[in-house]
């Protein structure tokens, strides 16, 4: 069996670095311990002498030095801080991106000091972070620097998303609104085609305006471009509403923008068309127009007067088990008040009750308007006013809905109005008619009220010329055929006005190249499309598959191998360029939700006088 070594002195004496290297004993250093009847005294005389002493200082001042001890004290503590830091930074982007306020009237009583709270009770570490240091990284100024880098980092990325396209093709959609102090903030996004060939729509920011004109808007808007080293050489379409510094033909935002860029088809807002045809279509009816109004006013009623709310639903939950709550109608959003009005003519005996009691309640002015309103709801024209905005309304609110998808082409936008506008024009019959007249006719006997009647027909002045009689309806039914007729008339003639616009035609031209195979004048106008081997490449395309829309040849380029799909590149270029065109500006307006629920918990704490130290933070 071989000896044993001292380890601290063959490290220190080995090669004779000290003086005292000539004292040791061979056997610990060289030649090995084996006498091991002796073992313990011998290892117990070597431990105490000098030379194996110095060996030990030597050894532990060598791996032990101040710098070292300071190096590694240092990283233990950067360690430390990187991943409390990144534990602090997750929580911010959990609250940013569920939208949530980061700090409250306290700032221990915000979300992320809970949050961070409730973390550190399974993290020591983090417990000992937050309640040790002066500088914890949860101050207000770090938390708005924080979401600060994520937002623009994820700017960033939808803006190197859309370079790394094939064809650089994207869009611009522009929304307005104040916040709390009055300032105009932008919204503005971007569309554009990814490489699956599915549209995007991406919210990029709120700027704030100096001036709502449209030159201004317009240098908004090229000013956030240019940040995000966009060409407008590659801008294909714009969307906003209907307002004029966005839409104006000749001092809009988008007539400014088409001069930069031509290229940059304008597209009105499909909804903010829907919301403006309905609205037109039912003011051309007073008996319709008449019975939203009510409808709105006993909506108001009920969301200001508790006693009248308390009435309602004691009735109406005797009578049906439970209740609807009654809801004024949006003053901007005219397709969203079918629940509305379904929720008056579901329960309208409870409706007529409820303002029988609150009108006999006393003098007050909500006892007033409540028998005001008592009588108006008695009429039978009110019910079957209702019934008629029904034909129109749920039609319109369904095409709202469907326009406002993120993935909506303008193809599919004109050809769900055309079906909506067949749907309307087939129910301009008499038969039609009939059904509903004779369904709140029905209604009107089983609640007892006033009959249907017509009002009454003031006679033309007789300074008009012509001896003729004046046209008068004979009966009540035909005097709201006419009120009927009127207003899908009405729609018709909108539909025509709202969705006729140039910008549509020219995509209804390039959809044609597409769908028909046959080459147009109006591709040579983009250069990123070769028209001679698009030529080629859609004879090829349409030999071996069938479709008719660009959606549909979409879906088909999708499914093919890279290698054959590269065979189509130019055919890929123009289907990208008729799905990038954006038809609403819906996404610009989501991101204003948030904003809005701000503002309203804002106000809320200002009237409380609850306002101290709240800031709150959001993306």
Known sequence: MKGVLCFYCVKAFQLEKSSLAKNTDPAFVSAGFRNWKKAVEKFTDHTKSRSHKLAITTHCQKENTIDSQLSSALAASQQKARACLMKIMSCVQFLGRQGLALRGNESEEGNLAQLLRLRSDDDFMLFEWLNSRSHDYTSPKIQNEMLSMMANSIVRDIASEIRAQPTLQYSIIIDGTQDITGTEQESICLRYVDHNLISQEAFVGLYEVSLTTGQNLANVAKDVLLRLNLSLDGL?????????????????????????????????????????????????????????QWVHEVGHLFGLSGKFKTIFCNIATSEHGSFTTLKPLCPTRWTVRVAAVHSVLKQYEAVLLSLEEMA???????????????????????????????????EMECLNKSLQKRTITVAGMQAAVHYVKTALQEKRTEGRFKQIFDRATELVTSLNISPIEMPRIRRPPKRLPGEAPAHAPAASVDYFRREFFQILDTADVQFRERFHQASLEVLQKLENVLVTGKSDAIVDQYPEINRRMLDVQLAMFKSKNTYISSKEAADILRGMLPEVRGLFDQVEVLVRLLLVVPTSSAEAERSFSALRRLKTWLRNCMKQKRLNNVAVCHI
């Open 360 to 394: 006999s309640t006393g003098g007050s002015e909500t006892a007033t308007k409540a028998n005001g309103l008592l009588d108006r709801f008695q009429r039978g024209e009110t019910v079957l006013g209702l019934h008629l905005a029904l034909e129109v309304l749920e």
């Open 236 to 292: 294909r379409g714009q969307t906003y509403d209907g307002a004029a510094n966005m839409s104006g033909k000749y001092a809009g935002a988008q007539a400014y923008l088409t001069q930069s860029q031509p290229l940059a088809l304008f597209v009105h807002c499909g909804p903010h068309c829907v919301n403006l045809i309905t609205q037109a279509t039912c003011a051309a009816s007073s008996v319709v127009r008449d019975a939203l």
